[in-house]
């Protein structure tokens, strides 16, 4: 079993950053590959990244590629997600996920999710 925890959600105004955590406890994350996804209201929830635990390999959304990076500190336990340039249309919710099996892109292959934190973008 493993609980994670996301934080540095905010408010921010257009073309600015924010720095996403998500911190696990239980079971080692640094076993899973750690996702993040993000969902608006009435949407479906929506890839955005994911990092590998043994290789460090990235995968990002094209509505992201460029703008986001995500990186992992296995030692802690924890993934990032730094969001650069952010755009009023990256407003959602943002969860960070531990992938069991599958391909990374969809969610049904997470096992394991946080409770979300909350990013608006303001224009």
């Known amino acids: 079993q493993v609980q994670l925890v996301e934080s540095g959600g905010g408010l921010v105004q257009a073309g600015g950053s924010l720095r996403l955590s998500c911190t696990a406890s239980g079971r080692t994350f640094s076993m899973y590959t750690g996702g993040w996804f993000r969902q608006t209201p009435g949407k479906e929830r929506e890839f955005v990244s994911a990092?590998?635990?043994?290789?460090?390999?990235?995968y990002y959304a094209d509505s992201v590629k460029g703008r986001f990076t995500i990186s992992r500190d296995n030692a802690k336990n924890t993934v990032y997600l730094q969001m650069n340039s952010l755009k009023p249309e990256d407003t959602a919710v943002y969860y960070c996920a531990a992938h069991f099996r599958g391909s990374y892109y969809s969610d049904s292959s997470y096992d394991y999710w946080g409770q979300g934190t909350q990013v608006t973008v303001s224009s």
């Open positions: 990092i590998r635990w043994s290789d460090m390999l990235t």
